[in-house]
T-cell receptor, first 110, second 115 residues
Framework: DAKTTQPPSMDCAEGRAANLPCNHS???????VYWYRQIHSQGPQYIIH???NNETNEMASLIITEDRKSSTLILPHATLRDTAVYYC???????????FGQGTELSVKP | GAGVSQSPSNKVTEKGKDVELRCDPI?????LYWYRQRLGQGLEFLIY????????KSGLPSDRFSAERTGESVSTLTIQRTQQEDSAVYLC?????????????FGQGTRLTVV
């Protein structure tokens, strides 16, 4: 599975959009981009995933560049409860497992 | 229940004892995963099941670790002769299938402390 690179930490003001970047320059054609988050002392929570096209759901939007070498997770109106570690994962659907990196620790501040 | 259930939620054991951790996946989910998370660190993949078979056991750290799944449902992770470095939160997840682009749902984990 392709490696991902994320900044170790980010801050965001409450009510503003949080834009979390992820580089995956070695991604191959059959690999999906997944985003999970882990709030302190809880199990990881699925957020969104995509292959080529941008995706949106009730939690977030996922923007994937045309060359698919990077992506951005957007939380449109961050709240204090969005403070968590956010993991970007690249996964081939045939591989089964999700491999977690170190993620980005997002702190939403009032 | 509606989600992935793990038991016990907390376990304290003495070094050298065996422990069993249980995971009840979401009903109908054929894929089941085990991860380990040491304090302040990321998630380490241990093993996953598709049905009752385990195509990938590559993350099991030693032969003291084993896992089984029966009835395409409950799974047990067993750690024999526990060591202090086994102290961690053990997380279980399930998904409809392992080999399609479906999301995995995680339980709250079992916090294991070896003293």
């Amino acid at each position: 599975d392709a490696k991902t690179t994320q900044p170790p930490s980010m801050d965001c003001a409450e009510g503003r959009a949080a834009n979390l970047p992820c580089n995956h320059s070695t991604i191959s054609g059959n690999e999906y981009v997944y985003w999970y988050r882990q709030i302190h002392s809880q199990g990881p929570q699925y957020i969104i995933h995509g292959l080529k096209n941008n995706e949106t759901n009730e939690m977030a939007s996922l923007i994937i560049t045309e060359d698919r070498k990077s992506s951005t997770l957007i939380l449109p109106h961050a709240t204090l409860r969005d403070t968590a570690v956010y993991y970007c994962i690249v996964r081939a659907s045939i591989r089964g497992k999700l491999i977690f990196g170190q993620g980005t620790e997002l702190s939403v501040k009032p | 229940g509606a989600g992935v259930s793990q038991s016990p939620s907390n376990k304290v054991t003495e070094k050298g004892k065996d422990v069993e951790l249980r995971c009840d996946p979401i009903s109908g989910h054929t894929a089941l995963y085990w991860y380990r998370q040491r304090l302040g660190q990321g998630l380490e993949f241990l093993i996953y099941f598709q049905g009752n078979s385990a195509p990938d056991k590559s993350g099991l750290p030693s032969d003291r670790f084993s896992a089984e799944r029966t009835g395409e449902s409950v799974s047990t992770l067993t750690i024999q002769r526990t060591q202090q470095e086994d102290s961690a939160v053990y997380l279980c997840a399930s998904s409809l299938w392992a080999e399609l682009d479906t999301e995995a749902f995680f339980g709250q984990g079992t916090r294991l402390t070896v003293v």
